[in-house]
């Protein structure tokens, strides 16, 4: 099969249909991102990445987490005709992070809503994973060489990832405001999600020495689940994957283990082609990112040559319910409840995962570092 076509195959009683390149759809996405409302444009967060625009076309809150991975998004498509444009946006995410992470002292919130909103303990913390993601794309827009003068923010986040530091080992969240603990939920309890931030923020001392006990933080959180990685509780696949990610670039001779486990998350897969959100809740709620998730996944270990890499036909499945989620819309839903939304990472991700499909084999291969 090209990989450059995909065919959807007919539920029972359909006529079979094709479907739109993975290259043209990718192509959308990428407009979009680069041109529609994700980045904004103007006032205090202009820079700052959305993470949902909402129905009327605005978004709805900046992220640092998000505009982390729409630098890491920026430095992969660095190069092509867009370049200009993608030059522009990358710096303008800088200054804004510049802004608002530069100084010392207290982390500021990661999450700002941009409209009056119901009370969010998501703004009562602030996140190892944010903050890592945030780094993470600092970096990779200054390697791409789509970005300059990065020295200070980059310290700046050196010394916040320092206080998630507690006996060797990173804690998740810091609590900053309410007397309530906060909820119970795998971004605050920790877990083996960390490996994509841990692995990210290791990979920042290429650029400037990282503070000797967040380094070894990091690298204790890669060991921790290295051994493990092909039989860990899969439980939401959001953040399994994001542990995949994580450890194959950290760990990358585990491969083999990332693959037996991404085996486990695709015998989750539903009738229509859609993973659910939790393992253990088949006939849930679906989240359209982690198709994105597992055929990035897919891509790399098949470019690594793991043992029990999926196979050609499993990638095909995967990018074939991914492109029926895009269908003919310019973004990627977060899920059928929030169709009328565009979820800012989720089309980020899938951009990613339809271009890396369709021009495989190329002379630039996916590489985990480069992995939104």
């Known amino acids: ?13 359909e006529t079979p249909h094709h479907a739109e390149s993975a290259n043209d759809a990718a192509a ?61 946006r ?52 200054a390697e791409a060489g789509i970005v300059t003068g990065t020295e200070t923010v980059r310290a700046s986040l050196h010394e916040h990832l320092l206080q998630f530091v507690h006996d060797k080992a990173l804690s998740p969240a810091i609590q900053l405001r309410g007397t309530q603990p906060l909820p119970p939920r795998w971004s605050t309890l920790g877990g083996p999600f960390q490996v994509k931030a841990s692995s990210r923020v290791a990979l920042s001392g290429n650029h400037a020495e990282l503070p000797q006990a967040l380094a070894l933080a990091c ?11 092909a039989d860990i509780d899969l439980g939401m696949l959001h953040p399994t994957l994001y542990f995949a990610e994580g450890l194959l670039l950290s760990r990358p001779d585990r491969a083999d283990a990332v693959a037996l486990l991404l085996r486990r998350c695709l015998a989750t897969v539903r009738a229509d082609g859609a993973l659910p959100e939790t393992a253990s809740e088949p006939d849930g709620k ?73 021009n495989r084999p190329d002379a630039t291969r996916p590489h985990a570092a480069a992995l939104v």
Do not use: C
């Not at 009328?340 to 990613?352: D, K, L, Y």
């Open 90 to 141: 990358a710096q303008r995410a800088l200054a804004w992070a510049a802004r608002h992470f530069s100084r010392s002292g207290q982390i500021p919130q990661t999450r700002i809503h941009l409209a009056a909103a119901e009370p969010d303990w998501r703004n009562d913390a602030v996140f190892f994973f944010d903050l890592a993601m945030l780094l993470r794309g600092i970096d990779a827009a």
């Open 28 to 88: 959308r996405l990428r407009a979009w991102l680069l041109h529609g409302p994700a980045q904004l444009h103007e006032g205090d967060q202009a820079g700052g990445v959305a993470g949902t625009i909402g129905a009327n076309g605005k978004p709805l809150y900046v992220y640092a987490e998000i505009t982390g991975y729409y630098l890491s998004w920026l430095a992969d498509i660095a190069g092509g005709a867009d370049d200009a444009q993608v030059r522009d």
């Open 1 to 13: 099969m090209n990989p450059q076509t995909i065919f959807v195959s007919p539920a029972v009683g």
């Open 286 to 358: 679906v989240r359209n990112d982690i198709l994105a998730q597992a055929l990035r996944v897919g891509l790399l270990l098949r470019d690594l040559g793991a043992r029990q890499a999926p196979a050609e036909a499993d990638l095909d499945r995967l990018a074939a319910t991914l492109l029926a989620r895009v269908a003919a819309r310019d973004t990627l839903p977060f899920n059928a409840d929030t169709a009328a939304q565009a979820n800012v990472w989720g089309t980020m991700f899938a951009e990613q995962a339809l271009r890396w499909y369709a």
């Open 219 to 229: 690298a204790l959180e890669s060991e921790r689940w290295a051994m493990q990685a």
